[in-house]
DNA sequence: TTACAAATTTGTAATCATTACAAAGTTTAA
DNA sequence: TTAAACTTTGTAATGATTACAAATTTGTAA
């Protein structure tokens, strides 16, 4: 799927955060990337037409992006965190043989928090084990990435 | 709550894991602390009384610990892994303001996944966002810190 | 346009949790 | 007793993230 500049800079607006030629780069490499990168990912694909980006031009950016609830930050893998463009809220699940992370629907579950003790911003829920695809027996092949 | 190493010793048994002077300190630790502790806490906590104890034993023990399923690893904020002693399954609460983690049972929620997809081994939640200590808008003072 | 302040980006140098690894010590079982 | 297997220890990497200051870009008022 294509996204004009326009629209990405409609989606920064909104988080109330001003376009700039490098924060509507990262933010359309999310939109056009549903494959819960990493930073690393992000930085280094986009290094390719634009040599001049900083990796802590990237990390500002998906930080303020997450803060203002733009993007979310997934901590589903040990020191490595992973960023996703969620148009609506769900759950992950985490593959541990071969590390790709799959989108789960929420109507799945049910995890409202609703307790006098809190006031809540984020709900996170994933799950982690093993996918089909891994899941074979008689396979011996192990693939290690993120892509899938 | 008092527990002695022959209990502990149980626990490890159940996981298939041989008791030594460290493992059982760690688990100990874990058992007597129910305050989501980080490597760190607990390392220099048992330094005091065990100055040979070696970070990377405490590290070795805990992810022993955590593959076999007799503890669990937060990954609940970023940067520094904690970890549970959770005789049942529970949700969590971090605080963005003075980082504790609470227990939340989870009869709230319903979070089984049965997806053809997926072999889940484990299901994790957590919410974030403010705790009622920290939530009143009067208070000025911000304590950083994770016991609570 | 010019000038200046504010915001943003960049690159380098820390920081710090975690892991790798090999040497030393301990346990187990024949 | 002995040797293999297991465990612990300490040191040295690794690698993601952050701190920070200089450079660049943007916004705005004259």
């Known amino acids: 799927m294509q996204h004009s500049a326009t629209d990405i800079s409609a ?3 909104k988080a109330d955060i001003k376009p700039s030629v490098q924060r509507i780069a990262v933010l359309r490499y999310l939109l ?3 494959c819960h990168p990493t930073v690393d990912d992000i930085y280094r ?3 390719v037409e634009m040599p ?3 990796r802590t ?3 500002n950016t998906l930080w303020l992006l997450a803060e203002r609830g733009a ?3 997934l901590d589903i893998e ?5 960023f996703d463009y969620a148009e609506c809220p769900h759950a992950h699940f985490r ?3 071969c590390g790709a992370i799959y989108d789960i629907p929420l109507t799945h579950t049910c995890v409202g928090l609703s307790d006098a003790r809190f006031h809540v911003d984020s709900i996170n829920v994933y799950y982690t084990g093993t996918c089909k695809k891994c899941f074979n027996p008689n396979s011996k092949i192990k693939i290690q990435n993120n892509q899938h």
Do not use: Q
Not at 78 to 82: A, E, F, L, V, Y
């Open 11 to 13: 989606i920064l607006a």
């Open 32 to 34: 056009e990337n549903r």
């Open 45 to 47: 694909s986009l290094s």
């Open 52 to 54: 001049s980006l900083s």
């Open 57 to 59: 031009t990237v990390y």
């Open 71 to 73: 993007i979310l930050s």
């Open 78 to 82: 040990r020191g490595n965190t992973h």
């Open 95 to 97: 593959c541990n043989k």
